[in-house]
């Protein structure tokens, strides 16, 4: 019975915003309220699995107007806390020991609460404060349980309107949906956290709260209790240039190197202790990046900063920012008005959050799902660039965020101000990095399938030689290029004995490349054929 008329609830309310919505568009009815508004209101008036289904919504830059972001980034979960009784016994519950033996103190009355968990003081019995924090009863299953109804209403409303289907509704649903289930278990946040810890242990300038080892479980979570002043505060900014620094460090750190970073850096979640240190706080939202995506992210980021826009449509689509078969002239068109409205001005104003959006939003209407760790990603640099711009307006970011690019990925794309070689230098060294591993992969399919490769067809000798003689020439046309690489890496950090001006390596290696590929034309020539 229950079931039916939540279902009912969910149903009237997200189709009467759509009959709002399609009046105020047709001009039939002068609201008194925005439509990101109106949406608010309707998400709030649904509870807390709708709240954080409009916040999961506010990461869709890709899709959503800014007005609609700004209006889901307010959403507030205004709930009221749970009983002291309650939250002991879930406790209990979850790590299997009363809460006199587990804590010396705990406070009764929550310090915060919010629609997923809340948060109590407490002090173990070695004398460590420390923070408590606990699920809400029953909220794992109330989020299925409202998901499931809201992907029944959306069903029926894409048989009804099929233009809705452009947006992909179901998947935007179940990716929110999915990572719902990843915030509501705090030992993913645990294993997050420690992670993070370990990786800037000793950090003279980052801190991040320890979690007491074994006081941890799906629904509870025990910290070591840490603040200080919050990122936003006037106060902190007679330090904000150091400070700015710190912070674009320790995210240059998580992105280039970890492959990990806090997703949701807002002012509520960075505090600035009293050492000076910035301390990281709640790793329920962590995105990750692949060491395929850091490099295309860093061909991303020296594309935008050259101004060259074809680079920059290659390495948009190598991220996923755009995707499938498209009009490589339009799109190519709007990356060079993305360029040109930041051509005029300083590097310091530049803001890659923005330019990203910009890019997504090219492919808005073409079905092009984005990543979700992109998402994570995008909104992870717009409040970073807010929190480093709160800190010293006149901080560069873009430079700093350009010299780690460099340093870390593409040392080979050095200095040079002729963007062609910078691209050039950087193509060069992601290839060298990658030419083994491609070759080594198609020895082993050589090896692997040898055998099976030698059947003997009668009448088909002429086109088993054509095709030997190809593949001789495509693996003498891989080495080739791989001694061209590497005689040009060599060439330029100037590596082993010289012979006058040319380092003696590179010269050999240029010398060999030209011999093969001085064979090579000659092949083709005389066989009159490519």
């Given at each position: ?23 105020v568009?047709?001009?039939l ?44 980034q ?16 879930e ?12 804590f ?15 948060v ?31 992907r029944g ?25 999915s ?13 997050n ?9 000793g ?82 939202i ?98 970073m660039?807010?929190a ?28 040079s101000?002729e ?6 230098r950087?193509e ?9 591993a ?60 010289r ?32």
């Open positions: 019975m229950y079931g039916l008329r939540r279902l009912f609830q969910i149903g009237f309310a997200v189709c009467a915003y759509l009959l709002w919505w399609l009046l568009h047709l001009h009815w002068r609201p008194a309220v925005t439509p990101a508004q109106r949406l608010c209101h309707t998400v709030e008036r649904l509870g807390t699995t709708f709240v954080k289904l409009g916040q999961g919504l506010s990461l869709h830059r890709d899709l959503l107007p800014d007005e609609y972001i700004r209006a889901l307010s959403l507030q979960d205004r709930v009221a806390p749970f009983p002291d009784a309650v939250a002991r016994r406790v209990e519950q979850a790590l299997g020991k009363s809460i006199p033996e587990l010396a103190e705990f406070e009764a009355h929550p310090m915060a609460a919010a629609s997923i968990a809340q109590h003081q407490a002090r173990l019995h070695d004398g460590r404060r420390v923070v408590v924090k606990i699920r809400r009863p029953r909220i794992k299953a109330q989020i299925d349980r409202d998901m499931r109804l809201l209403v959306l069903r029926t409303l894409l048989a009804l309107l099929p233009w809705l289907r452009r947006y992909d509704p179901l998947a935007i649903v179940d990716e929110i949906w990572n719902l289930r990843k915030e509501t278990d705090f030992r993913r946040e645990a294993r956290t420690l992670r993070f810890a370990e990786a800037f242990q950090s003279a300038t980052v801190h991040v709260p320890m979690v007491i080892d074994g006081l941890y479980a799906e629904s509870v979570l025990v910290q070591e209790l840490s603040g200080g002043q919050r990122v936003d505060d006037p106060a902190v900014r007679a330090h904000g240039a150091q400070l700015a620094q710190a912070l674009v460090e320790a995210y240059l750190q998580q992105i280039f190197v970890m492959g990990l970073f806090h997703g949701d850096p807002h002012p509520g979640n960075l505090f600035i202790m009293e050492s000076g240190r910035i301390c990281f706080h709640d790793f329920g962590v995105g990750a990046l692949d060491s395929s995506t850091r490099r295309n992210l860093a061909a991303f980021l020296l594309a935008f900063v050259h101004q060259d826009s074809e680079w920059m449509l290659d390495a948009a689509l190598d991220l996923g920012l755009l995707a499938g078969a498209l009009d490589r002239a339009a799109f190519r068109q709007g990356m060079q008005e993305v360029i040109q409205d930041y051509a005029g001005l300083p590097l310091k104003d530049w803001s890659l959050a923005e330019a990203f959006v910009r890019v997504a939003r090219l492919g808005r209407g073409r079905n092009i799902r984005i990543p979700h760790n992109l998402l994570v990603l995008m909104r992870m640099l717009y409040l660039e807010n480093v711009r709160d800190l010293d307006p006149d901080f560069n970011l873009l430079q700093s965020l350009l010299g780690k690019a460099e340093e870390v990925l593409s040392p080979s794309a050095g200095a101000v963007t062609g070689l910078n691209r050039l950087f060069a060294a992601a290839g060298v990095g990658e030419l083994p491609e070759l080594g992969a198609w020895i082993h399919r050589i090896r692997a399938q040898g055998l099976e490769m030698q059947v003997q067809h009668h009448g088909m000798e002429e086109l088993e030689q054509t095709i030997a003689r190809g593949s001789n020439r495509v693996a003498l046309a891989l080495v080739t290029l791989g001694l061209y690489i590497a005689a040009s890496l060599l060439m330029q950090h100037s590596i082993g004995p012979l006058g001006e040319m380092p003696l390596l590179a010269a050999v290696g240029y010398a060999l490349a030209l011999w093969f590929t001085w064979r090579l034309a000659r092949g083709i020539s005389r066989s009159g054929k490519l």
